[in-house]
């Protein structure tokens, strides 16, 4: 069993290199991003220190220098300027695909649950007849079908531009909103609108294409689909993390055990609800409009690689820090 005086042996270095790092001139949203995620890691590991000192019965001028060293990480991380914005968006930025890594499982299976039941739906579409009208009301096959009917050579006027952008925005973020919050549900809802919103878009793309207007709805949403389709999976999957923590509480209550991932869940959302509000600006104004064909593929081809890349790549530099202060990459 770890003993106070063990407990600040092992962890004093640490709560000194944070000590030191906000002792150094100069405010703190000057330093390189690698920095300012590291200090914001310590803070998060003081923090956790700071409980435990308590826990553990530590004496009062222990538990006194990591209290007024949190407050001062704290302060000099968040405070409420113009720079500490800038600092939390650093954070966000890092949070974001670090926090996607850690859950891969559940972004894999979200993945699988959506992906299959789109290839489903459009497979069956364009093989059985009679699968499409199984799956939606005739009317609104109808009405996908006429909305791609003309394609967008003519581009579309900006009022209407700007008024579907905020449509945009609100059906996306619901549709997001939905295969995360119904997680709590144990990861139940989340499962039934992952495959529901699959099966659906794979059926309407299967449709229009069946009816002989393949070339533009593809074109039309291949620039803004790797922002889109990819914040619907990891809504999903943050749902279905979020359903595991109360399912698998390893001995602790759901509580404790949600407010474990609760970092990481609150860094999924963030991340998603920006991606979401990327594609509605791309989907209002830049697939709808009259670039040529092959500029509008382009992009989506350069959208599709950077995507994943920023998920699977930023912010690994930080691996060590994170190995430290107990948080994997």
């Known amino acids: ?9 092992v962890r004093t270095p640490l709560w000194q290199e944070l000590s030191r790092k906000l002792a150094a001139d100069g405010p703190l949203w000057k330093l390189p991003p690698a920095e300012i995620s590291r200090t914001a890691a310590l803070y998060r590991a003081v923090s956790t220190d700071l409980m435990r000192a308590r826990t553990l019965g530590c004496t009062r001028d222990v538990i006194a220098y990591l209290d007024a060293l ?17 600092l939390r968006l650093v954070e966000l930025a890092l949070d974001f695909p670090r926090a996607f890594r850690r859950a891969w499982p559940f972004m894999l299976a979200s993945g699988v649950l959506f992906w299959l039941p789109f290839a489903l739906g459009w497979f069956g579409t364009l093989h059985f007849n009679g699968f499409a009208e199984r799956v939606l009301p005739t009317s609104t096959l109808e ?63 299967g449709y229009v294409q069946l009816s002989g207007h393949a070339q533009n709805i593809l074109t039309f949403t291949c620039g803004h689909s790797p922002f889109e389709l990819t914040a619907i999976v990891i809504s999903g999957g943050a749902g279905l993390r979020m359903g595991y923590a109360l399912l698998g509480t390893s001995g602790r209550t759901r509580t404790a055990s949600l407010r474990a991932v609760a970092d990481d869940l609150i860094s999924l959302i963030l991340g998603a609800a920006f991606l979401l509000s990327i594609a ?19 992009f989506a081809g350069l959208m599709s690689l950077l995507v994943p890349g920023f998920l699977l790549l930023f912010g690994r530099r930080e691996r060590s820090t994170a190995s430290q202060t107990g948080r994997p990459t």
Not at 1 to 8: E, K, N, R, W
Not at 70 to 85: E, F, P, V
Not at 280 to 298: C, F, R
Request: proline share 4%; net charge neutral; glycine share 12%.
């Open 280 to 298: 509605a600006v791309v989907e209002g104004w830049w697939s709808p409009s009259s670039l040529p064909m092959p500029i509008k593929w382009a």
């Open 143 to 205: 009405g996908m079908v006429d909305a791609y009917s003309t394609g967008f050579n003519n581009g579309r006027d900006l009022n209407t531009d700007a008024g579907m952008t905020g449509f945009y925005v609100y059906n996306n973020i619901g549709i997001a909103f939905r295969c995360f919050a119904t997680g709590i549900l144990f990861g139940l809802g989340s499962i039934f609108f992952l495959v529901y919103n699959g099966l659906v878009t794979g059926t309407v793309f």
């Open 70 to 86: 949190t407050a001062q990480a704290h302060n000099a991380l968040y405070a409420a300027s113009r720079s500490d914005r800038r």
């Open 1 to 9: 069993m770890t003993t106070p005086a063990d407990f600040v042996h």
